[in-house]
């Protein structure tokens, strides 16, 4: 036997593949193996012979190569430093089956049967084995592959996961995202994938309310420290002013931002949905309307007599004479008026200006027909002397190349007197669906409701109805006239609303 040591430690480095040990030498004195965090084997000798350490470590190379672990082929690198140097990465030769250079603390080069040579790190989180993977060599160098694989080691000591703080990294660079990962970039991402199925005032209503309702309280924030707090008191200010319908859409907008922070890895939960309870309920119902036809002609009058902008007057008019939607009205432009000097003027409406889905809205076969009535026409003479050959029938005082703002008529028609919050805009079309049918009921005319239907642009069931939205046409004609007729019996013709009393 060779001479004795009294050294107590000896280490040796082999593959993951190797076995531990533990055997009792001639002397009886006790020899094991220990595995450390990085998968490496340390051998403990407290009594041992060299002769006796150097037969344990050739049998555990072996082992190591017969497994298809290997050392580099160096024995130099047993005792205690480096494994494998640059030389031995590019020497490295594919193999039948893949294999490994291990590296320290885990660190190794994994060699496909391919010749594609990749660095890997093994470590564990949360009591699972995992791995994460740093990039291919020679492009990653092994000096580079130390440096990822010592900062990972530290996002370890601080309690972070490597691989999951790796995903969001390359979550944000592959979408084009600002590497902050602030709300507004996210919600900006967002945005820009849903443009595409939206219709242009949608979206154009969607970022204002981002940008002005959500991004002054969060939108400079990294998105991944927003709280339910911060959404929850955004919110209830919305709702704080009576805006309960817009605080729920805001909400939801919010959530689907939080949504692709959590697809893109950056977030783990949803904090808006946890605050939806903060939020009263949206209590629906039909829209104020008058139901009677003397209501609606007293309404009509009364509206009329009070001080307004005489585009407001003519686009009311208008409106309760067509039932068209609001919108309609508001976005109408003259050139869209047909045939007003024949006896079948109509009023073509665009398919961007119905209330469609956007690739609806984008075919010429949604266009909708309305039948005008002679008072109608009237009407629409008479606005289109008003507005002056500008771009709109109904434009604004303020911006002559804009039409007169949405809440115009909302805003009028509540202070109308007797008649406040009893009918709104909107109300025409349950005014004239509601007297339209009860007479068809009272004359027997049953054919006719289906008819009035189609004049509210409601869709008919079937690929048809879809498409064939002038069917009917004489009848909706007479139906338009009769209405009209009604309407307005006794009342003064349009050109009176453009010499009455404005509203300074």
């Not at 190591?64 to 130099?76: D, F, I, P, R």
């Amino acid at each position: 036997m060779g001479a004795r040591t009294n050294s107590p430690l000896l280490t040796t480095h082999v593959n993951q593949g190797s076995r531990k040990c533990s055997s009792t030498d001639t002397r009886g004195a006790n020899r094991s193996s220990h595995k450390g965090a990085s998968g490496l084997e340390t051998l403990y000798f407290p009594a041992f012979s060299i002769d006796q350490a150097s037969h344990t470590i050739a049998v555990i190379l072996k082992k190591a190569h017969q497994s298809g672990g290997t050392l580099g082929g160096s024995a130099s690198a047993v005792w205690g430093h480096a494994v494998i140097t640059d030389q031995h990465c590019k020497s490295a030769k594919p193999r039948d089956q893949d294999y490994k250079l291990a590296d320290e603390k885990g660190l190794y080069l994994q060699i496909k049967s391919t010749g594609y040579k990749v660095w890997r790190l093994k470590y564990r989180f949360g009591g699972k084995e995992k791995r994460l993977t740093f990039g291919p060599y020679p492009e990653v160098s092994l000096r580079e592959a130390r440096d990822k694989r010592d900062a990972a080691r530290r996002r370890l000591r601080d309690g972070e996961d490597p691989g999951e703080v790796h995903k969001r990294t390359a979550a944000r660079r592959y979408s084009g995202i600002d590497p902050a990962g602030t709300f507004r970039a996210i919600a900006l991402h967002w945005h820009a994938m849903q443009q595409p199925q939206w219709k242009q005032k949608h979206a154009a209503d969607v970022l204002h309310s981002l940008e002005t309702e959500v991004f002054p309280a969060i939108g400079s924030r990294p998105i991944a420290e927003v709280t339910p707090a911060e959404i929850r008191e955004l919110l209830e200010q919305v709702q704080a002013r009576g805006a309960v319908e817009t605080a729920h859409r805001i909400r939801g907008r919010i959530s689907s931002v939080f949504q692709v922070g959590m697809g893109l890895q950056l977030v783990a939960s949803d904090p808006a949905a946890s605050v939806a309870w903060a939020l009263k309920p949206i209590v629906r119902g039909m829209q104020p309307a008058l139901l009677k036809l003397k209501d609606c002609r007293a309404f009509l009058r009364a509206m009329e007599a009070e001080p307004a902008q005489p585009a407001t007057k003519l686009a009311s008019r208008l409106l309760a004479l067509t039932a068209a939607r609001p919108g309609m009205i508001r976005l109408a432009e003259l050139h869209e008026f047909e045939g007003l000097d024949t006896a079948q003027p109509i009023w073509r409406v665009p398919a961007e200006k119905m209330k469609l889905v956007r690739a609806e809205s984008e075919q010429d076969a949604f266009e909708f027909i309305v039948p005008l009535a002679g008072q109608a026409v009237a009407t629409v003479r008479a606005a289109a002397d008003f507005a002056a050959n500008r771009k709109y029938l109904f434009p604004s005082v303020r911006h002559s190349h804009r039409p007169f703002t949405d809440n115009a008529l909302n805003t009028n028609y509540r202070r109308v007197p007797g008649f406040g919050g009893r009918h709104v805009p909107h109300g025409w079309r349950a005014s004239f669906s509601t007297i339209m049918n009860e007479r068809a009921i009272e004359l027997d005319r049953p054919g006719d409701r289906a008819i009035i239907d189609l004049m509210l642009a409601h869709r008919p069931a079937g690929v048809e109805g879809r498409y064939n939205r002038a069917a009917y046409m004489p009848r909706r004609r007479e139906l338009a006239q009769e209405w009209a007729n009604l309407l307005l019996e006794g009342v003064a013709g349009p050109e009176t609303l453009v010499e009455g009393p404005r509203k300074s």
